[in-house]
């Protein structure tokens, strides 16, 4: 895809900094939502975020989305974790005996 070089000014702005206009306009653009259309966007010192891109007239902006990343486990979902391990287990120890079982009864 061959793009046109535009002489608009480009500008980085979190969503919340946009005029109420913009926001509006934002949201009729991405009506579905801006998983599709969303791009990491990596910073020098190793610091990133998330932005979708919006055109108008006068300048390119790149809209700086919050995005809440989840990276802690609850402590019942940390239980729920160890007691599937232990069960898996089990699981593989009750395997082994019913092949064993299995086996037997083909030899018979």
Do not use: C, W
Request: proline residues 5%.
């Amino acid at each position: 895809m061959i793009t046109k070089k535009s002489n608009k000014p480009r500008s980085i702005v979190s969503f919340m900094n946009l005029a109420p206009e913009l926001q509006e306009e934002v949201r009729k653009l991405y009506p579905y939502g801006y998983t599709e259309a969303m791009m990491r966007i990596d910073k020098p010192n190793g610091d990133f975020f998330y932005a979708v891109p919006f055109e108008t007239e006068a300048v390119s902006y790149l809209v700086k989305i919050d995005v809440k990343i989840d990276d802690h486990i609850e402590e019942e979902d940390r239980d729920y974790y160890d007691d599937d391990l232990k069960g898996a287990d089990e699981l593989a120890d009750q395997n082994d005996e019913d092949e064993d079982i299995d086996n037997l009864r083909d030899e018979i």
